[in-house]
């Protein structure tokens, strides 16, 4: 989920120096890896299970997401790698592994208006002569009952009988459950789970009755958190005035970072195909930090 992906406008500044020579060398690496690689699994097979596992057909996003294959390759799948984010240092490191398909949760097209110069040339490069297709899932991933992001969250904190919650673009993008948990052993779950202490809204009690997750970053929609009964909100990120409103609204917020929420259905994924396909699997860890 992000609710800040609506006017972006790939690439983002990926701050990653200048060109170098890595996509002609890893270019001449792949010529030599082509032939050594053309048994893999075919991709076409994967990408249209991903299409059907996850109902991209029926999953209404943000206007200019593209969910599903955003680029292919001719030399079929061996070796699946999950990344959160589709970007120029997550493409080298998939390559460096040798990956001929990369899951991503945030992809590389939320504009019609994306020239090919620059980094976006370089990256455009490296995937194409590197033979690293790219599959992405954006809100179908966040929603999946089996292999969301919302729902495996919810499981790693240890949350049980998860209901729907958040209803947005016609449908329930969220989950909650009931707790008799405090707001103080929450915090410890989220940072036992995340790797990191999140950032915390005081703005209600000290109880957590009710919990709803929604990740990635909807800290702007606390709103629709709070017009659903929920006294805790769990999202990745929000901005500084949410402060204020989860205050007004008296509800406690707890952002757990929009990378570190949103690791878990890529993974998953990636590990339901390669076990589905037989396949090699690697998870791309580049923490944002955010
Ligand atoms: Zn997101």
């Known amino acids: 989920m992000d609710f800040n992906h609506r006017n972006k406008i790939f690439p983002p500044d990926l701050g990653l120096g200048g060109r170098n020579n890595s996509a002609v060398d890893l270019g001449l690496v792949s010529v030599l890896c082509l032939d050594e690689r053309v048994s893999g699994v075919s ?3 994967i990408s249209e299970y991903c299409d059907r ?5 029926e999953i209404e996003d943000w206007s200019g997401a593209v969910n599903g294959l955003q680029v292919e390759n001719r030399i079929g799948v061996s070796h699946v790698v999950a990344a959160v984010d589709g970007s120029l240092a997550t493409v080298r490191k998939a390559v460096s592994l040798g990956a001929d398909l990369m899951i991503v949760h945030h992809g590389l097209f939320w ?3 994306q020239p090919w110069v620059g ?3 370089e990256l455009m490069e490296l995937l194409v002569q590197s033979g690293l297709a790219l599959y992405s899932s954006h809100l179908p991933l966040d929603v999946h009952p089996r292999f ?4 495996l969250l ?3 904190l240890g949350l049980k009988t998860l209901e729907p919650f958040f209803f947005d673009r016609g449908r329930n993008l969220g989950v909650k459950a009931k707790t008799r948990w405090s707001v103080k052993a929450l915090v410890e779950r989220m940072t036992t789970t995340l790797g990191h202490p999140p950032v915390v809204l005081s703005g209600g009690g000290d109880q957590c ?3 709803g997750i929604v990740t990635g970053g909807a800290g702007a929609e606390l709103k629709i958190a709070a017009a659903e009964g929920v006294d805790t909100f769990i999202t990745g990120e929000g901005p500084h005035w949410t402060h204020a409103l989860a205050e007004e609204l008296g509800i406690n917020v707890i952002y757990g970072g929009h990378y570190a929420t949103e690791t878990f ?5 990636s590990e339901h195909l390669a076990k589905r396909f037989s396949l090699k699997c690697s998870f791309v860890d580049h923490p944002t930090g955010l």
């Open 265 to 269: 259905g890529v993974r998953a994924l």
């Open 154 to 156: 919810a499981k790693a």
């Open 53 to 57: 596992l996850l109902k991209v057909d």
């Open 209 to 211: 009755r009710a919990v």
């Open 43 to 45: 991709l076409r097979k």
């Open 111 to 113: 504009s019609s208006k």
């Open 148 to 151: 969301g992001n919302n729902v």
């Open 119 to 121: 980094r976006n040339y």
